[in-house]
């Protein structure tokens, strides 16, 4: 058994700094990277990608609104058309920035609201789909499994993985908790190890209620802007080593 380890990097910008990315990429083995529009900037997006490519760590855009104020977490009311330009825009960004760092886009990623949005919404998921394939047509689309992401890509004939969260709680639909509510955020690095091997050798998410919903998993997100985030991620990678699953791009070749 293998899984891939994504992490979202490239968040800081200009003299701003966020998350551990130097240390985070010896544990992850692929990124998703800002691209300009809820953070970083090419400064930041090429160090993060050298770095990368000097790791052999697969690369992925990680696009979302245009909100550097809100993180991109702020819900955007946009048409099918502007979508589709917001996430061409940015995923040509990562391209350029990769292929001058060595490095090639792999697969992509929607970040924060528009990837919720997405997950709830399949004409907005399929419009930004639609653009990234047609931008580049083989590039791999992460989705969260057993939403309008993965019935868009399936519509699309795409190709994509499954995608998890290590530190989030699940609701019965699948869906993840609320930040706002308590225990949406898992912190003890020994709980999550233990639940997200769970999660893999049964092939399904465990809701916080213990219920479980059968989906297909190839890529486990750890949150890269957490205090403890850097011994999460290695806590994590440990324990699934540890427990004979490897470590391994979910896009590489």
Known sequence: MKIDLNCDMGEAFGPWRMGEDAALLDLVSSIN????????????????MRGAVSRG???????GFADLQGFGRRRMTLSADELGNIVAYQLGAAQAMARRAGGRVRHLKLHGALSNMAAEDVQIARACFEA???VEPGI????LPQTAMEQAARELQANWVGEIFADRAYADDGSLVSRSEAGAVLDDPA??????EAMLR?????AASGKRIPCRIDTVCLHGDGAEAV??????????????IAV?????G
């Open 132 to 134: 990234a394939l047609r």
């Open 57 to 63: 760590v697969g690369i992925g855009a990680h696009p």
């Open 231 to 244: 011994v999460m991620a290695r806590a994590l990678r440990d324990h699934l080593v540890g427990a004979g």
């Open 140 to 143: 791999c689309l992460f989705v």
């Open 248 to 252: 391994s791009c979910a896009t590489a």
């Open 202 to 206: 049964e092939g399904a998410i465990i």
């Open 191 to 196: 709980e999550v190890g233990a639940r997200i």
């Open 33 to 48: 990277v800002a691209c300009g529009f809820h953070a970083g900037d090419p400064q930041v997006m090429a160090a993060t």
